[in-house]
Nanobody, 125 residues
Framework: QVQLVESGGGLVQAGGSLRLSCAAS????????MGWFRQAPGKEREFVAA????????FYADSVKGRFTISRDNAKNTVYLQMNSLKLEDTAVYYC??????????????????WGQGTQVTVSS
């Protein structure tokens, strides 16, 4: 059973930085894509960033390009989301997600099978 445990959320002032971590267990994730999503109050969950575990190709939502960086540590089975220049509109619950890649399911933007419990990020003015 895949388990994803997020950490690193908190309260930060606008312009500040946070690093989220997602510890993954239960599988060998070589053929997986790992993603970060977020959901703000009253809004739908949205894609933030993703990384192919094998090869490290990354993908970002336009709203976070240039500010957020997704990375992974193979030895620790952990995925990170470094968030810089945080804005008020980045306030949300951030979720880590995992999906096993297949011919029919290769998009890094949707269709994830496994989710973490979420971690709150609050950006204040």
């Amino acid at each position: 059973q895949v388990q994803l445990v997020e950490s690193g959320g908190g309260l930060v002032q606008a312009g500040g930085s946070l690093r989220l971590s997602c510890a993954a267990s239960g599988r060998t994730f070589t053929n997986y894509v790992m993603g970060w999503f977020r959901q703000a109050p009253g809004k739908e969950r949205e894609f933030v960033a993703a990384i192919f575990w094998s090869g490290g190709t990354t993908f970002y939502a336009d709203s976070v390009k240039g500010r957020f960086t997704i990375s992974r540590d193979n030895a620790k089975n952990t995925v990170y989301l470094q968030m810089n220049s945080l804005k008020l509109e980045d306030t949300a619950v951030y979720y880590c997600a995992a999906k096993e890649l297949s011919y029919f399911s290769s998009s890094p933007y949707r269709g994830y099978d496994y989710w973490g419990q979420g971690t709150q990020v609050t950006v204040s003015s």
